[in-house]
């Protein structure tokens, strides 16, 4: 728990202290035919600085990034506007924290597990392995994932559990040969971005609504 927090804290600092220096170092000609000083934007200690009058100085004198920064972090962002102006939001129930366990678990299954491929007739059988949290990460993740793929019309899918991660089987429900061609195209990676359910699936984790 604690590793998370300080992950949390640095990504926090790291984002915000990313976004002041971009503006610090841009400093395009004034906007609006104003005759502000751009160059009394003020280099600031993000720990004490005043906040609102560095963006408002920042605002006047040169352009917003629209990068909030890594990916995870404008995911968050993102599901983080969209509860704020949703008014029906339950904020009793919201849990911002289980949505960054869940994008936690997306890393560590997309960049650092290893897939092993076979192809068995109508699809493929795939080894999915790691250590530590990448393999309850993958096991959480192809668990979920198969379940969502089995209700889909092209895809049969199951997961099961292998020492060190999961074996996630997929074949096609048609004898269609261009599916079959499509599943062992698209592997493990691919295959992890089928269904189009997964960005609403982030924000129904953010309102409380599934628990992984
Ligand atoms: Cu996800």
């Known amino acids: 728990m604690k590793y998370y927090t300080a992950t949390l804290a640095a990504l926090v600092t790291f984002a915000t202290a990313g976004m002041c220096s971009a503006q610090r170092e841009s400093k395009p000609a004034a906007v609006g035919g104003s005759s502000a000083d751009c160059s009394a934007v003020p280099t600031a200690d993000h720990a004490t600085m005043d906040h609102n009058a560095h963006m408002a100085a ?6 917003i990034p629209t990068l909030p920064g890594q990916a995870a972090f404008g995911a968050i962002s993102e599901v983080v506007r969209m509860l704020k102006a949703d008014p029906a939001t339950d904020w009793t129930k919201v849990n911002i924290e289980a949505l960054r366990q869940h994008l936690i678990d997306m890393d560590e299954v997309t960049l650092r597990s290893g897939a ?3 192809d068995i007739p109508g699809g ?3 080894d999915v392995t790691g250590t530590g949290r990448t ?4 096991r959480r993740m192809t668990r979920n994932h198969s379940a969502m793929l089995e209700t889909d019309s092209e895809y049969h899918a199951s997961a099961k559990e292998i020492p060190g991660g999961a074996r996630l089987t997929v074949t096609a429900k048609t004898t269609d040969p261009t599916l079959v061609a499509r599943i062992r195209g698209l592997g493990f990676a691919g295959i992890m971005t089928e269904g189009d359910h997964h960005a609403a699936h982030h924000l129904a984790i953010a309102r409380g609504q599934i628990i992984h």
Do not use: V
């Open 124 to 126: 493929i059988e795939i």
């Open 58 to 63: 920042a605002e006047r004198c040169a352009a």
């Open 116 to 118: 092993l491929q076979r």
């Open 135 to 138: 393999t309850d990460a993958i």
